[in-house]
């Protein structure tokens, strides 16, 4: 072994440098670009996790709306009277979870439009209620629903979320 030694002649490994005795460690421009690339991952977490918050918050939205629809029919249906519920703003109850813009597209209408004042959605007593479809509109997005006449159900549904 020490004959091994002997032939290499190589010095222990020191944290000295070759060129002119410094240590060696990182410059402070490879630990700037470390952390700007770390930072850069860490916006775009951020910015994809605020996207998947927002879509959350728009699904939520439209299954208080699509709740409401079906609960005016059930209590209708229970109280053998027309149930009426006026379209505005908070018409849904999803106030709290969708600040937004409520347009309406009746039967017969092409295009989406703001209810007008004391406009109403009447729920009949027989089980059916007036197929109309519902959009809400916010800076997250955009909610567009469509309910079916015979269940109040959604038969058609459009979640779009921006950014």
Known sequence: MRHLNARTNKRPATLLDQRGGRRAAFTLIEVIMAMTIILLVIGVAVLSISGVRDEDK?????SVI???????????????QTVRMELSAGAF??????????????????????????EAWEFSPTGICEPIEVRISSPAGQIEIGFDPLTACAKRKSIQVKG
Do not use: W
């Open 58 to 62: 728009l699904r939520r939205a439209a």
């Open 66 to 80: 699509e709740t409401t629809a079906r609960q005016n029919l059930l209590q209708a249906l229970n109280s053998q």
């Open 93 to 118: 109850g999803a106030s709290d979870e969708f600040n937004g813009m409520l347009q309406v597209r009746r039967v017969g209408e092409k295009v989406f439009r703001k209810p007008r004042r004391g």
